[in-house]
């Protein structure tokens, strides 16, 4: 499904009061890129010191969206959206729907 239809969905779905929080983009500046190799470094060296491995057989696809472009629709479709930067290729957007009153 298309980002920004599933978007609104989940925006309207959600009863007021309700908190909805998603994310996951690729890199498409310089920048991006350099955060996500530093970040990797860091989530390697973690991994190997707890000795973590990836579960075999986990589906993973590649982010269609950039950065900017989730930050621009959400922001377009969530008024008041708080936008955050993760580690690797995660985002969080955190938005509180208002009751009608407020």
Known sequence: MAFEPALAR?????R??????V??????TLADCA????????VRIT??????SVPAGVPTAKPAMSYREVSDAARRLMPGVRY?????????LTW???????
Do not use: F, N, Q
């Open 84 to 92: 955050r930067r993760r580690l690797l290729r995660r985002y969080s």
């Open 23 to 28: 994310g996951l983009a690729r890199e498409a």
């Open 47 to 52: 991994k190997v010191l707890r000795r973590a």
């Open 35 to 42: 955060i996500w190799a530093a970040a990797t470094l860091v």
């Open 10 to 14: 989940m925006r309207d779905l959600l």
């Open 96 to 102: 509180v729907k208002r009751h009608p009153s407020a």
């Open 16 to 21: 007021p009061g309700g908190t909805l929080v």
